[in-house]
């Protein structure tokens, strides 16, 4: 299984960025799908997920601000993280449940001015 994430980098406050993550050696459809993050100093938390039946979930801190999208037939994961803020600072994994947590090797979020 591997989880290539991507479309990190460097952002001003107010910005946005589009991860993505696309998924091989799963059938992704059958996959929740999902991002987590894990700032300096701070535990890994979770941020948004997507069911494989279309569900999606995120944290308070993200609600209004960053959408969840997959595309089943590119076995791909977005986030699309709009009016960043220094606070969003972190490190982005991508993860794939079923029956086990598959994790991607993250990707780095900077929100500075």
């Known amino acids: 299984v591997q989880l290539v994430e991507s479309g990190g980098g460097l952002v001003q406050p107010g910005g946005s960025l589009r991860l993505s993550c696309a998924a091989s050696?799963?059938?992704?459809?059958?996959?929740?799908m999902g991002w987590y993050r894990q700032a300096p100093g701070k535990q890994r938390e979770l941020v948004a997920l997507f069911t494989s039946d279309s569900m999606t979930n995120y944290a308070d801190s993200v609600q209004g601000r960053f959408t969840i999208s997959r595309d089943n037939a590119k076995s791909t994961v977005y986030l699309q993280m709009n009016t960043l803020k220094p606070e969003d600072t972190a490190v982005y994994y991508c993860?794939?449940?079923?029956?086990?947590?598959?994790w991607g090797q993250g990707t780095r979020v900077t929100v500075s001015s």
């Open positions: 050696g799963i059938i992704f459809s059958l996959y929740t």
């Open positions: 993860i794939a449940r079923r029956f086990s947590v598959y």
